[in-house]
């Protein structure tokens, strides 16, 4: 079973740029798919990023497409995400999640998470 700790989070900017990052311990990192989410407050926890385990193939929902890039380090057990042109509408806590297999969209397909970051995105 691997754990997760995300880091990065903070008060940006109305067009910045940010990068979080998403450290692993435990378990054999190359066998997860992982994702990131975020919540809202009020909201529902909101898909953002997946990669998946097997290749560096990427997903994202079509309103971060373009905007959003995951990526992953597999000798340093790492999964990153940068989001660019930040708006207000992603203020969110943002959590990196893991699943054996085969990557998804789904909060409900992960079953490890981390503790969240927040992102906070101010004019």
């Known amino acids: 079973q691997v754990q997760l700790v995300e880091s990065g989070g903070g008060l940006v900017q109305v067009g910045d740029s940010l990068r979080l990052s998403c450290a692993a311990s435990?378990?054999?990192?190359?066998?997860?798919?992982l994702g990131w989410f975020r919540q809202a407050p009020g909201l529902d926890r909101e898909f953002v990023a997946a990669?998946?385990?097997?290749?560096?193939?990427?997903y994202y929902p079509a309103s971060m497409v373009g905007r959003a890039a995951v990526s992953r380090d597999n000798a340093k057990k790492m999964v990153f995400l940068e989001i660019k042109s930040l708006k207000p509408e992603d203020t969110a806590v943002y959590y990196c999640?893991?699943?054996?297999?085969?990557?998804?969209?789904?909060?409900?397909?992960?079953?490890?998470w981390g503790q969240g970051t927040q992102v906070t995105v101010s004019s």
């Open positions: 999640s893991a699943k054996e297999g085969r990557y998804s969209g789904s909060a409900s397909d992960y079953d490890i």
């Open positions: 990669i998946n385990y097997r290749n560096d193939n990427k």
């Open positions: 435990g378990g054999d990192f190359s066998l997860y798919s």
